[in-house]
């Protein structure tokens, strides 16, 4: 079993940057892809970044390329997500996510993921 905790969220004004942090204890080593889905009030979970265990691959949702950074800490067991000039569209919570083995090329999928954070409130403010 692997437990992961999200922090970092919280209240910004539109433009501004947040930097998620999310912990993993537990088999750890049963830790392959990681990523970060959101979910908004009435609408379903949506992918925002996974990472490949050895970092050297990235992928990221269209509505946040540019904006957005993932990047993991495998010593520390920690995914971050840095999120620079957030719009009020980016208001959700975020959960942090994790994959026993390599998604492949699904990784957009919340389905190819095992576990899952009990999720962070990100509020943009315009």
């Known amino acids: 079993q692997v437990q992961l905790v999200e922090s970092g969220g919280g209240l910004v004004q539109a433009g501004g940057s947040l930097r998620l942090s999310c912990a993993a204890s537990?088999?750890?080593?049963?830790?392959?892809?990681m990523g970060w889905f959101r979910q908004a009030p009435g609408k379903e979970r949506e992918f925002v970044a996974s990472?490949?265990?050895?970092?050297?691959?990235?992928y990221y949702a269209d509505s946040v390329k540019g904006r957005f950074s993932i990047s993991r800490d495998n010593v520390k067991n920690t995914v971050f997500l840095q999120m620079n000039s957030l719009k009020p569209e980016d208001t959700a919570v975020y959960y942090c996510?994790?994959?026993?083995?390599?998604?492949?090329?699904?990784?957009?999928?919340?389905?190819?993921?095992?576990?899952w954070g009990q999720g962070t409130q990100v509020t943009v403010s315009s």
């Open positions: 996510t994790a994959a026993r083995f390599n998604s492949g090329s699904s990784y957009y999928r919340p389905q190819e993921y095992d576990y």
């Open positions: 537990g088999r750890t080593f049963s830790t392959a892809d």
């Open positions: 990472i490949r265990w050895s970092g050297r691959s990235t």
